[in-house]
């Protein structure tokens, strides 16, 4: 398997970098057609699933750190025909690989984050987490985040952006709470930030911030480039 540093795909590190999740907040937002700065695009999991009001996505690169999305979604993210760079344990069974494959290395250490000259990817147990430092890897420096709650959200909202169906479940039903991640994302906050890496988060529906980055309106920064 190869490692994702030999990728063919398309990169450009000039460019602004936006990670999708695939939060319901995503329908509050422009679709990608109607971007209209250009941008390297990041999608995690089932971002090439249709959403609710019918918008697809088209991401440079998919990303998956989870057995579960290529187990649903392999055969879709296959016919796709885009690069994907995955944890080793999400091939084999799940997901046979191809010439389009790619494999990152995930640590288990959560005391630090990836650089240029160790680039296992920590796990804190958020694939968002993880884009971020494939991002930075990659050479972006301007990092925006859309779709990535983080969360479950607080109402009847759908969870995702192509959810058919509600969340019903009010155990479910509540804001985002750092625990056991806050070491993490801030090791990740000061590591970067010596070599002046924004990470700009655009995600509506939040209750707080669930990232020690700068927060701003998603309304307001989409503006700039949308």
């Known amino acids: 398997m190869r490692n994702w540093t030999e990728m063919t795909c ?25 971007w209209t700065k250009e941008v390297f695009v990041i999608g995690v999991n089932r971002i090439l699933r249709a959403g609710l009001d019918g ?5 440079d690169l998919m990303f998956i750190t989870d057995g579960r999305p ?10 796709s025909g885009i690069p994907l760079v995955a944890a080793p344990y999400c091939y084999g ?3 046979e690989p191809d010439e ?16 240029e000259d160790d680039q296992a990817l920590a796990s804190c147990g958020n694939v968002v987490f993880q884009a971020i430092q494939l991002a930075y890897l990659m ?19 759908p969870h995702h952006f192509y959810d058919v169906e509600q969340i019903k479940d009010e155990r479910r039903l509540r804001p985002f709470k750092m625990g056991k991640q806050t070491g993490s994302w801030f090791a990740l906050k000061k590591t970067y930030a010596r070599d002046n890496v924004a990470v700009v988060n655009l ?4 209750d707080v911030d669930i990232l020690p980055f700068k927060y701003a309106s998603a309304i307001s920064r989409l503006d700039a480039w949308v």
């Open 10 to 34: 398309k990169r450009a590190p000039n460019l602004p970098c936006v990670i999708l999740g695939n939060s319901g907040s995503l329908l509050d937002t422009p679709p990608q057609d109607e």
């Open 93 to 95: 069974d799940l997901y």
């Open 139 to 157: 050479g972006h420096r301007m990092i925006y985040l859309l779709g990535c709650e983080g969360a479950w959200p607080t109402d009847h909202r």
């Open 55 to 59: 918008r697809t996505y088209n991401p």
């Open 100 to 115: 389009n494959c790619y494999q990152v290395e995930v640590s288990l250490n959560r005391n630090r984050v990836a650089m």
């Open 203 to 206: 995600t509506p529906w939040l």
């Open 70 to 79: 290529m187990e649903t979604d392999g055969d879709l993210i296959r016919r």
